[in-house]
């Protein structure tokens, strides 16, 4: 299975653009890229999901890059309740499905 | 949205009992539920996959006899933790897909912490 790379932490002030990079440099053309947050003690979210264009959604934009080596998770205002761990996934079109996660990249909103 | 369900949110038992946890499709059919374990400031780790009416298959390094899964319906998936011990302690998440595919995403439960005293 490809291999996500974040970065381990990231802070944003409150109701500024958050820009979460991930790198997927192994990614295959039938993998799709799903992004999921997790608060404390809960299970993952679903964010955002996308396979070669950039995609929106009411949580989130997702800007994958041309050569789909690297994507873009972008919170537009980030808000307090954004504060979490986010995770860049690489899902396959055909097989088993499953989810390898990274070690994600804890964001952290100022007020 | 798609709902997924855990039961008990969280246990404690003690070294030597076995526990069972229960993951539930609420509002769907899964095809696939998976069954993760995460300890304190790590991620998720995938521990098996399953499918309806079939075998489990576990990930490399996760015993299947010490992990028992059973996916009877596609509505519900149990994972039971035999013999558990102070170090299976840990918090454990479900998740469930509608259907196969990359594009779809899967709909995780609230998780189930797992204390062995």
């Known amino acids: 299975d490809a291999k996500t790379t974040q970065p381990n932490s990231m802070e944003s002030n409150e109701e500024e653009p958050v820009h979460l990079p991930c790198n997927h440099s192994?990614?295959?053309?039938?993998?799709?890229i799903h992004w999921y947050r997790q608060l404390p003690s809960q299970g993952p979210e679903y964010v955002i999901h996308g396979l070669t264009s950039n995609v929106n959604n009411r949580m989130a934009s997702l800007a994958i890059a041309e050569d789909r080596k690297s994507s873009t998770l972008i919170l537009h205002r980030a808000t307090l309740r954004d504060a979490a761990v986010y995770y860049c996934?690489?899902?396959?079109?055909?097989?088993?499905?499953?989810?390898?996660f990274g070690t994600g990249t804890r964001l952290k909103v100022l007020a | 949205g798609a709902v997924v369900s855990q039961h008990p949110s969280w246990v404690i038992c003690k070294s030597g009992t076995s526990v069972k946890i229960e993951c539930r499709s609420l509002d769907f059919q899964a095809t696939t539920m998976f069954w993760y374990r995460q300890f304190p400031k790590q991620s998720l780790m995938l521990m098996a996959t399953s499918n309806e009416g079939s075998k489990a298959t576990h990930e490399q390094g996760v015993e299947k006899d010490k992990f028992l899964i059973n996916h009877a319906s596609l509505t519900l998936s149990t994972l039971t933790v035999t013999s558990a011990h102070p170090e299976d302690s840990s918090f454990y998440i479900c998740?469930?897909?509608?259907?196969?595919?990359?594009?779809?995403?899967?709909?995780f439960g609230p998780g189930t912490r797992l204390t062995v005293t």
């Open positions: 996934i690489l899902n396959r079109v055909s097989g088993t499905y499953k989810y390898i």
């Open positions: 998740s469930a897909t509608t259907t196969g595919g990359g594009g779809y995403e899967q709909y």
């Open positions: 192994t990614i295959s053309g039938t993998d799709y």
